[in-house]
């Protein structure tokens, strides 16, 4: 279920909030002395954001799915602050299991929200990394405190973090060792986890960073592919360049997306809803579709196909028999007399043309050339006609408004 934008801003705010207590749990653990009073505000802070965060859940729980027991007791526990109502530090890290809300927001904005995943899912992998480090480094702190002659300079939160990044990064100095049979332990387990983790995050980061720009990597593959057919099949090097460039046009314009593949991926509903959003204004703009209904919009908003044409295309030649009607998304196109030289309108972005032969079946009375790259939107007279067929009188409407306009005798 996706979440309204207060919902939205809501876990944004939880997601902050948790990770302060996270770090302030972790931290309370270092040091014996009393925190600073601006640190005590900020913990109280996001303590009542916690408890707030129960009773917005509770109400929503109805409406959404149950509150089980579970969830209900890690929200409690992350919303009482030990350390500054009890004195307690240990009970403070049973807080950290709210970090398992931050999963389940970060799930929900990567499957709903996020239009660039490989950017997410590095800052996703940034934001635990980050925080692994962070706790890593307080063990070792807490660990160093219990060794005789390691405090002052020798045992600071800094030192403990730059040894967790150089053990876990298996860099290793050797300036700061274990001193003890625990710390030997801990260590251990540091560099085990190092071991473990080092090559999943390289492998990742490289995954990911392959994929910030996974368009541009279906280009480059096309091309290639294009490329050797076009030199196994010994294309002019005219017609070569002529492909390269609608590829290219493709790729700078639509990202190298087929719209009607991705239109025809989509549920019924949804494939409605994004035609309409995306063909309505040039649908309207022809006087025949005046007074339409919303939906013989639509429908034929839903039959209109993308086409592209490069520069000098001849979209249709006249004389020919017409069976679509255009209409320009982007570029210009001009309208040639018979003769094919004399240019007698030139058309752009969110005008028509073909509708004569689509109504009426005449012959094409022009020729009509791509000025530079066009997208257009083609519909077809069979296709039309069904759906004129479910709406006779605003057919027969359309039909004596074009005879009226190509002088045709009505029938």
Same mark, same amino acid.
């Given at each position: 279920m996706?979440q309204?934008p207060l919902s939205?801003t809501?876990?944004?705010v ?5 990770t302060v207590? #996270? +770090?302030?749990s972790?931290?309370?653990l270092?040091?014996?002395?009393? &925190? #600073?009073?601006?640190?005590r505000v ?7 954001l916690?408890?707030?965060?129960v009773?917005?859940?509770?109400? #929503? ?7 089980? &027991? ?9 919303a009482m602050?030990?350390?500054?109502f009890f004195?307690?530090?240990l009970?403070?890290?049973l807080r950290?299991g709210?970090l ?6 970060m ?5 709903h929200y ?7 899912r ?5 934001y635990? +990394?980050?925080?692994?480090?962070h706790?890593?480094?307080c063990?070792?702190f ?7 002659g ?8 800094i030192?403990? !973090? ?6 876990l990064t ?7 060792i274990?001193l ?14 190092g071991?473990?983790v ?6 990742n980061?490289?995954h ?6 996974p368009s541009r ?7 290639e ?10 294309l002019?090097?005219?017609? *070569?360049?002529?492909?390269?460039d ?5 790729w700078?314009?639509? !990202? ?9 991926d989509?549920?019924p509903? =949804? *494939?409605?809803?994004?035609?309409l959003f =995306? ?9 025949f579709f005046?007074? #339409?209904t919303?939906?013989l919009?639509?429908? +034929?908003?839903l ?11 001849l ?5 020919e028999?017409?069976a679509?009607?255009?209409f320009?998304?982007r570029g ?11 240019? *007698?309108?030139?058309?752009s ?12 079946? *005449? ?6 050339r791509a ?15 069904g759906?004129?067929?479910r709406y ?8 004596a408004?074009?005879?009226e306009?190509?002088?045709q005798?009505?029938?």
């Open positions: 996706t309204s939205r809501w876990s944004f939880m997601v902050g909030a948790t207590v #996270a +770090i302030l972790t931290l309370h270092l040091t014996a002395d009393e &925190p #600073a009073p601006w640190v900020l913990e109280y802070v996001v303590s009542l916690m408890v707030a965060d009773v917005v859940r509770w109400k #929503a729980a109805p409406r959404q799915r149950a509150y089980g &027991p579970a969830w209900l007791f890690v929200d409690l526990v992350a602050p030990f350390y500054l004195g307690l530090r009970p403070e890290l950290l709210k398992l809300r931050v999963v389940e927001s799930k929900e904005w990567w499957s996020v239009d660039k995943w490989s950017t997410f590095l800052l996703y992998f940034g635990w +990394i980050t925080l692994a480090v706790v890593l480094s063990g070792w807490a660990l160093r405190a219990l060794t005789p390691t405090h002052g300079v020798e045992n600071t939160y030192r403990a !973090l730059y040894w967790c990044v150089t053990t298996s860099v290793g100095y050797g300036d700061i274990p003890t049979n625990l710390e030997t332990l801990y260590a251990v387990f540091v560099m085990a986890t071991v473990g080092y090559g999943y995050v390289i492998g980061i490289a990911i960073i392959a994929n910030l720009h990597v279906r280009y480059v593959e096309t091309m592919g294009i490329n050797a057919f076009m030199e196994y099949r010994g002019p090097a005219a017609l *070569q360049r002529r492909i390269r609608f590829y290219s046009y493709r700078e314009k639509r !990202l190298g997306f087929d719209e009607s593949a991705i239109l025809d989509l549920s509903s =949804l *494939q409605s809803d994004v035609s =995306l063909k309505r204004d040039v649908i309207e703009k022809v006087p005046h007074g #339409a919303d939906e919009i639509r429908e +034929i908003a039959a209109m196909r993308p086409q592209v044409y490069m520069p000098g295309d979209i249709f030649r006249a004389g028999k017409g679509e009607m255009f320009i998304g210009q196109v001009e309208v040639l007399a018979k003769d094919g030289v004399t240019v *007698q309108a030139t058309l972005d969110g005008q028509f043309f073909g509708e004569g032969s689509l109504v009426l079946g *005449q012959p094409r009375s022009a020729s009509v000025i530079g790259f066009c997208d257009l939107y083609a519909l077809d007279k069979n296709v039309f006609e759906i004129m067929s006779p009188d605003f057919a027969e409407h359309i039909g408004m074009m005879r306009r190509f002088g005798p009505r029938s």
